[in-house]
């Protein structure tokens, strides 16, 4: 057994029976992709859809089908097209606008229907995308979603900081889960908001002590780029 595919087991076997797992793949090469697959992995997570997710997507072949596809990044207007054939949920939603725009071309991809996260910028940090961490920002957006034909509102995500002290992280992680439930009231129809995705290779740990119920992670599987 390889170390990409003992490291992904022994975290996946570390989490509870509820928290998924997705392999973050940014900057990995289809084998690695492939070693992964092959040990289990349900879901791959992509940062960015073109040339990178549409390279991998292409050349990994039949294998690819074997996976759900995460958008994890953030999704450029002109990528949006070349996305949807791809992922089979975008967790990145920051605005009812972005929403729209994604709505819009989900017919054109083929499909009826595309799962999606609210991406909530926890830390109210300048360079990260995300909605405000607030109930009355996460109302406008789950409303305006909940208005568009082609979309289905399945939870939310943040990143949380990239390094340092996982505690520090523990805030942002509280925070959006919080608003995970407060925004239950929110979402028309069955089923509700059911994901809260939190958490990468330096933090996940303390994000599912804080209720999420998906973890992204990438160097703690695949090791140092």
């Given at each position: 057994m390889s170390e990409i595919a003992e490291r992904f087991i022994e975290i996946r076997e570390s989490l509870p029976d509820d928290v998924r797992l997705v392999a973050a793949t940014k900057s990995r090469s289809v084998d690695e992709i492939k070693e992964v697959i092959e040990a289990g992995a349900d879901y791959i997570g992509e940062n960015y859809t073109h040339p990178e997710a549409t390279k991998k997507f292409e050349k990994l072949g039949?294998?690819?089908?074997?996976?759900?596809?995460?958008?994890?990044?953030?999704?450029?207007?002109?990528?949006?097209?070349?996305?949807?054939?791809?992922?089979?949920?975008?967790?990145?939603?920051?605005?009812?606008?972005k929403a729209k725009h994604v709505d819009k071309r989900v017919e054109k991809a083929g499909k009826s229907m595309v799962p999606v996260l609210i991406e909530v910028n926890s830390g109210r940090e300048e360079n990260k995308y995300g909605i405000e961490p607030t109930e009355s920002a996460l109302?406008?957006?789950?409303?305006?979603?909940?208005?568009?034909?082609?979309?289905?509102?399945?939870?939310?995500?943040?990143?949380?900081?990239?390094?340092?002290?996982?505690?520090?992280?523990?805030?942002?992680?509280?925070?959006?889960?919080?608003?995970?439930?407060?925004?239950?009231?929110?979402?028309?129809?069955?089923?509700?908001?059911?994901?809260?995705?939190?958490?990468?290779?330096?933090?996940?740990?303390?994000?599912?002590?804080?209720?999420?119920?998906?973890?992204?992670?990438?160097?703690?599987?695949?090791?140092?780029?």
């Open positions: 039949e294998i690819r089908k074997e996976v759900n596809w995460e958008m994890i990044g953030h999704l450029q207007k002109n990528d949006i097209n070349k996305a949807l054939p791809i992922f089979d949920r975008i967790q990145t939603v920051e605005s009812v606008s109302e406008r957006i789950v409303r305006g979603i909940g208005q568009l034909d082609h979309l289905r509102l399945e939870g939310l995500m943040t990143m949380g900081p990239y390094r340092g002290d996982p505690e520090d992280a523990r805030p942002y992680f509280s925070v959006t889960r919080e608003l995970f439930e407060a925004g239950q009231d929110y979402v028309e129809g069955d089923g509700g908001m059911e994901v809260l995705s939190m958490g990468m290779t330096n933090s996940y740990r303390v994000a599912v002590e804080e209720g999420a119920n998906m973890v992204r992670v990438g160097t703690g599987i695949f090791g140092p780029r």
